[in-house]
């Protein structure tokens, strides 16, 4: 457990609290590039602040404080212009960089009077990498963008967004939990699924982590078995690299102390092929272009019946966990056990590089030389990964495994049709190198 000082320090984002300082070193994707495109401006929550993001019509890409310093007014309600974002309630346009470009009526009663310049909005950087829009909150100099290999990995890409009203750190703390997957993502599903019966399943009876430059990944051992087997790859402060693949990446962000959002992206790379998970070729693969986003949002409901996919797509199973104890876990009453060493150690960690930062020094993971800069890749690689149904065979469903396993449910019918647009060819091409039936992105295997 942890002491009430502690506990309140580990799940604080705001500036000038010591875990907020350390998260504001570290890049943070806050939309999807594609979402501008269906609506120009967008509230932003990110570390306790309210922002938008915005694209002017020349294309310029901002992020603002959500509220306009004349009187208040929401600017996610703003207007974009040729050149910066207008606020709907008197006409004040602001620049990219937080400056006023135009204030109407004060510029006509008072020109040259120089008020203009003494208005400005709190602004922050965005760049554009991988579809998706990336924000620092760090002091200047800033830190590198990290150009992660998968985010340039061949694939089929999705993004999802999915927003939940509990701390980043639950979330985190699941994934350095290696031993629930045995019971929530796997007798679990056996049950959900009505199964009276759950078949003798591997038991875990060991895990370590083995640490690299950007984080650690974690290892397990099974009853019978001497192997260890690679599990998960996660990157400090709030990455999940799920196998170490590359084409695979959740991002834990802040919102505030008890809300975050999971920003999925993942680049189809396997389908249903005869009957089992094959990968697909990557020569045929998309690389580059648009990538489609989605959102949803969770909420938790204790006196309601299971949802219809708890049993069938995985991250809905995580939901619960990471919901059920409250927005933000009281720390200061739980009972560890051996099962939570990865969780002692994350914690330890966090507090660690708090007390980095609090000294003048950088992070873990933060990187400052671009020649340590290129296609970085992480360790713990597996091509195969998730292609035996992420060894979750409780966990079945229609939809193909790479989406019941890597994305949130209730996927929209046009992020569908892109998959099938998309994997249809190659599949078909596959199909005539072996006249046999390939079934169609979507269809039951």
């Known amino acids: 457990m942890l002491s009430e000082s502690d506990a309140r320090d580990l799940v604080a984002t705001t500036a000038g609290t010591p875990v907020g300082e350390l998260l504001r070193r570290y890049w943070m994707p806050i939309a999807g590039v594609a979402e501008l495109d269906e609506r120009a401006v967008r ?71 120089g008020f203009r310049a003494k208005v400005r909005l709190r602004s922050y950087p965005v760049r554009e990498k991988g579809g998706l829009l990336w924000t620092c909150l760090a002091p200047e100099p800033l830190p590198l963008l990290p150009d992660w290999a998968g985010l340039s990995s061949p694939g089929c890409t999705v993004i999802a967004i999915l927003h939940l009203p509990c701390s980043w750190v639950q979330v985190m703390e699941g994934f350095h939990d290696p031993v629930h997957v045995e019971w929530l993502h796997d007798r679990w599903s056996y049950r959900l699924n009505g199964a009276d019966e759950v078949p003798r399943r591997p038991t875990h009876v060991d895990f370590r982590w083995l640490e690299f430059e950007h ?44 809300h975050c959002m999971l920003v999925f992206r993942h680049a189809i790379t396997s389908w249903q092929v005869e009957g089992r998970q094959a990968l697909l070729p990557p020569k045929d ?51 560890l056990g051996e099962s939570d060493r990865g969780v002692v150690m994350f914690r330890n960690r966090v507090f660690e590089e708090a007390r980095r930062v609090a000294r003048g ?30 060894g979750l065979p409780g966990m079945t469903g229609a939809d193909d495994v ?23 060819p190659i599949l078909a091409k596959l199909a005539a190198r072996a006249p046999r039936t390939v079934p169609a992105p979507g269809d039951r295997p």
């Open 43 to 113: 509230p932003v929550r990110l570390l306790g602040e309210d922002l938008v993001v915005y694209r002017d019509r020349g294309g310029r890409i901002g992020l603002v404080d959500r509220w306009c310093p004349h009187r208040g007014f929401d600017l996610a309600h703003g207007t974009v212009e040729p050149e910066g974002l207008r606020c709907s309630y008197h006409g004040w346009c602001f620049a990219e960089d937080g400056r006023c470009l135009e204030q109407p009526y004060e510029d006509a009663v008072r020109p040259g009077s």
């Open 285 to 335: 693969l998309p690389a580059g272009g648009p990538v489609p986003t989605y959102r949803r949002s969770a909420s938790p409901d204790p006196g309601a019946s299971p949802s219809a996919d708890l049993g069938s797509w995985l991250v809905p199973q995580d939901v619960v966990a990471w919901l059920s104890p409250g927005p933000i876990v009281d720390r200061t009453r739980e009972r």
């Open 402 to 424: 790479m989406l019941r396993a890597f994305l949130p449910p209730d996927v929209p019918g046009e992020i569908r049709r892109h998959v099938a647009g998309t994997l249809g």
């Open 361 to 390: 020094e950088d992070p873990q993971g933060v990187i400052r030389d671009p020649a340590r800069n290129l296609r970085i890749t992480l360790p713990g690689a597996r091509q195969n990964y998730g292609l035996r149904g992420e």
């Open 215 to 258: 984080g650690v990944v974690y290892q397990r051992k099974l009853r019978g078995s001497r192997r260890w087997l690679a599990d998960r790859t996660v990157v400090f402060p709030n990455v999940d690299g799920a196998g170490g693949q590359g084409s695979y990446l959740t991002w834990v962000v802040p919102e505030d102390d008890t």
